[in-house]
């Protein structure tokens, strides 16, 4: 995707078409013989899936007819292009490694820039010095866009982001009126979801674990759960809250304080697997069985949700897609410039296995 003939035209490597000997073909001679826009033939070369296979074909037929090859470098020079974007995660690499939802984002990134020219870097944020130094890459215009997830509500990246009006594309946001353009799974809706299965299943005393409330993530998946506790005239109850962070040892932390305070809970919808993970050694521990005695559901359906012991209902949220789209709507920001920032959400379903 890195060459998006804007610039200087590359040298050409034969007489090619009309007989013009060593002269360099333009960009606009490629749009004339493919017969097209000369923003499509730009799209073509840069790699972005906003083009139909039929201008896609006519245009590399007419490159290899003319002989065109983008300079990268006159182009580098006019441009300020990189060739590559930075998917950047605020957190320690322990959560990076351990959480399969940072895994299935990168893949899905990574299987999005794999027909393109562009670079992927991976930059982790765990610190005001890295912050800082992030900054100082970022303004120093060393990559053409930017990737960020785990977006929190005081997190100053995207801030950052907006003001140098770098290409940015969030997974998740950090409210209702955010301004970036951003990838997220309904969160609400699926929380909503796990619970509304809970009731039905005749569970009345239903916990949750959230995540970090400083994430929109964790409020939606919060909110969900309360709008499914009104619809069905189920009275909400702040003891049966367990505030957590997504990972692991928050869940067990969680699901302790939860059986301290409500001994007779029947369900706990948690807002990751991971937490779900943790809630689940804790019930066991304490001689609860699942789903007998506490029924159990996550979110995310990732790996951990298929080798827990029982298998975890999880609510299922397209990880690797939401890296995908991330990917495809960062890449038409920097090859368009100006382009109207967009926000896409995308679909949850819940996946019941034996733990509810």
């Known amino acids: 995707m890195s060459q998006t003939g804007q610039g200087p035209e590359g040298a050409r490597g034969g007489a090619g078409a009309g007989g013009r000997g060593s002269a360099r073909p333009t960009l606009e001679e490629v749009a004339a013989l493919a017969g097209v826009g000369r923003g499509t033939v730009s799209r073509v070369i840069n790699g972005s899936p906003r083009v139909s296979e039929k201008a896609r074909e006519a245009v590399r037929s007419a490159i290899a007819e003319l002989g065109y090859v983008p300079n990268r470098a006159a182009r580098t020079l006019v441009t300020s292009r990189t060739d590559a974007v930075a998917l950047v995660v605020p957190e320690a690499e322990t959560r990076l490694f351990s959480e399969p939802y940072f895994s299935d984002i990168i893949s899905g990134v990574s299987a999005e820039l794999a027909e393109t020219d562009m670079q992927l870097l991976l930059i982790l944020v765990r610190n005001q010095r890295e912050r800082d130094r992030l900054a100082a890459y970022l303004t120093a215009q060393r990559v053409d866009g ?174 690797e897609e939401m890296g995908r789209t991330m990917a495809r709507l960062l890449l038409d920001e920097i090859t368009e410039a100006g382009r109207a920032r967009r926000q896409v959400v995308l679909a949850t379903e819940l996946v019941v296995r034996d733990s509810a």
Do not use: K, W
């Open 146 to 319: 930017v990737l960020l997830v785990s977006v929190h509500q005081d997190d100053p990246l995207p801030g950052l982001l907006e003001s140098l009006e770098i290409p940015s594309v969030l997974a998740g946001r950090r409210g209702e009126q955010e301004p970036l353009s951003y990838v997220h799974a309904d969160n609400a809706g699926g929380a909503r979801m796990a619970v509304r299965h809970l009731l039905r299943r005749g569970c009345t005393s239903v916990a949750t674990i959230t995540g970090p409330l400083d994430m929109e993530v964790a409020h939606a998946r919060l909110g969900g759960y309360r709008r499914a506790l009104e619809e069905a005239g189920v009275p909400y109850r702040e003891e049966l809250v367990g505030l957590a962070d997504f990972t692991e040892d928050g869940g067990r932390a969680a699901m302790r304080e939860l059986l301290d305070r409500v001994p007779g809970l029947d369900a706990v919808f948690c807002a990751s697997d991971v937490m779900a993970a943790g809630a689940m050694q804790v019930l066991r521990a304490a001689g609860r069985r699942v789903p007998d005695d506490v029924a159990v559901i996550g979110f995310d359906d990732s790996i951990v949700a298929r080798h827990t012991d029982p298998p975890m209902t999880s609510v299922r949220q397209p990880i």
